[in-house]
């Protein structure tokens, strides 16, 4: 089930990031306002490509350890084609076509393309670094939340353990509590049996002795 829910992930990522690669090529030969959407929608693109990538993750974590490497490496190429794609969306929003370079130095502008690649870059670096903060900060939110879902899941071991440890304790006491009545009232058999015993030997004794004594008077 997670394996097939990875390979669907993955169908989506490489349609994805192919659409991707055709939109970046096209962003140098467009200005204005058609370049600024034609941006917007890369970026919400890679944005999905970094929700698939995500996805991808938390499913591999799941999946058995027999088949975790395979897609582990298959994972580190689908990133390492992500930062290649993240790169040349960066290059391709500062870039101008060898035409649209032409047009801007007919027209005067090519100083103010010069300053405006130049705060372009920087936005774009800024951009990027927030991007790897939040990124990291959901990397280590999710490592987080999986540390404390190991120590949930050991805690609800623990205390089945302990439960489990109580109940054989509340057995066995039951079972000494029943044992000792049972030798107890084996204890009062027993004295009650040596009291008779005693009692008997006694009369026997007595009824010996007194035969003894009559047979004696009589040869008197």
Excluded: C, W
């Excluded at 370049?35 to 938390?58: F, G």
């Excluded at 084609?81 to 090519?110: P, T, Y």
């Excluded at 623990?158 to 030798?183: A, H, V």
């Amino acid at each position: 089930m997670a394996t097939s829910l990875i390979q669907s992930f993955e169908q989506q990522y490489s349609t994805l990031t192919a659409e991707i690669t055709s939109k970046i090529a096209k962003v140098p030969n467009l200005s204005g306002n058609e370049k600024q959407i034609a941006v917007n929608n890369v970026d919400r693109q890679m944005e999905e490509a970094t929700e698939l990538l995500e996805q991808i993750e938390l499913e591999v974590r799941d999946i058995p350890v027999k088949d975790r490497r395979q897609y582990s490496t298959k994972l580190k190429s689908y990133r390492a084609e992500f930062e290649r794609l993240e790169k040349e969306f960066k290059r391709s929003k500062i870039a101008f076509s060898d035409s649209m370079i032409a047009r801007e130095e007919l027209m005067g502008g090519h100083d103010d393309g010069e300053d405006q690649r130049a705060k372009l870059l920087d936005n774009t670096e800024r951009l990027e670094r927030s991007t790897r903060r939040l990124e990291a900060g959901y990397k280590l939110a999710i490592e987080t939340e999986q540390l404390g879902a190991n120590i949930l899941e050991n805690l609800n071991t623990d205390r089945e353990k302990i439960e489990r440890s109580r109940n054989t304790l509340k057995e066995t006491d039951s079972k000494l509590g029943k044992s000792s009545r049972i030798l107890s009232g084996m204890m009062r058999r027993v004295i009650q049996n040596r009291i008779l015993l005693i009692f008997i030997a006694v009369i026997m004794v007595t009824v010996i002795g007194v035969v003894i004594y009559l047979m004696t008077i009589r040869k008197s």
